[in-house]
């Protein structure tokens, strides 16, 4: 059976955008929304279930219903299990760049800050600026420095907003870089829940 539910909210980038809330509010939230994401992240880790991670990150994906915030498009869930850092990695710098949008240099990085701030598992974070800057094959380092021109000229892309990310933490918390070694279930364990689910249907 498969039960849905109409979540009665708006889309957080929205409300973020429109500029109604009090810093206060807006670190509240943001905090919020940290701390939540950092639990479904260290769940997609763990498990390497890629059906916990946003294949399209962004602000717009995650309601606002009152007190509760509500994460949809979950559209990796039928993709094999495995190593999940490159997509949770990925999923981070594109929330990081839906927060971009509209507001000035000064707004991004306290809101960056707040997001740091309610992260519970830093290392995650700074596992994912290294998977995201330093891990990569050939093929993928080759679009990477191609993403990195198009958005030097630009200014604000996923690259750049990782930059930032890598800039606050090494700043504020410098240790989470030192016990950054963070894992998903890796060969033994991927290769035991690929004989229970189907091979991949998407990219
Ligand atoms: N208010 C809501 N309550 C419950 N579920 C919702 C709500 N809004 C969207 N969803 C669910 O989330 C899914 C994705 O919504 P979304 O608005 O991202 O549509 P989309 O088809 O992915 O469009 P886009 O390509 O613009 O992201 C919907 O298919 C629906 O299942
Ligand atoms: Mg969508």
Do not use: C
């Not at 991004?108 to 992260?119: P, S």
């Not at 410098?174 to 364990?189: C, G, L, N």
């Amino acid at each position: 059976m498969l039960l849905l539910e109409f979540v009665d909210g708006r889309p957080m980038l929205g409300v973020l955008a429109e500029g109604r809330l009090s810093r206060s509010e807006r670190d509240d939230l943001l905090r919020r929304f940290a701390a939540a994401w950092s639990r479904r992240h260290r769940i997609a880790l763990e498990t390497g279930e890629p059906g916990f991670v946003q294949e399209h990150g962004t602000f717009q994906h995650v309601l606002v219903a009152g007190e509760r915030l509500v994460t949809i498009d979950l559209e990796q869930l039928f993709r094999r299990a495995g190593n999940s850092l490159p997509l949770v990695s990925k999923e981070i710098a594109a929330y990081l760049r839906s927060l971009w949008k509209g507001v000035d240099a000064e707004t991004y990085r306290r809101d960056l800050e707040a997001l740091v701030d309610g992260y519970d598992t830093r290392e995650i974070l700074a596992a994912a600026v290294n998977e995201y800057h330093y891990n990569r094959g050939r093929l993928r380092r080759w679009m990477w420095a191609l993403d990195r021109m198009r958005n030097a000229r630009r200014g604000r892309g996923k690259y750049v907003a990782l930059q930032r990310l890598e800039e606050l933490l090494r700043e504020r918390h410098p240790e989470a870089f030192s016990t950054a070694r963070v894992r998903s279930r890796t060969s033994v364990d991927a290769a035991s829940t690929r004989s229970r689910r189907a091979p991949a249907s998407s990219g």
